[in-house]
């Protein structure tokens, strides 16, 4: 692997890292967010055709 691949690699995946558990520039982090939700919370769909917090976690979990 080119080390400018690497490198960005690392560069993507440190930021991943910061957005879910550390101090991103944003504010909180999903860790953060996640510890304040409570489980009628993560079931519930503002509209029919919106995700519920709970199948968005899901994606994420599946993308990590």
């Not at 440190?14 to 967010?33: E, L, R, V």
């Amino acid at each position: 692997m080119r080390t400018s691949s690497k490198k960005k690699i690392d560069e993507l995946v440190g930021q991943f890292n910061t957005i879910y558990a550390g101090t991103p520039w944003y504010g909180d982090s999903i860790t953060d967010i996640l510890d304040q939700v409570n489980e009628k919370m993560a079931y519930w769909q503002p509209t029919k055709n919106a995700h519920s917090i709970a199948q968005l976690v899901w994606h994420m979990t599946y993308w990590r």
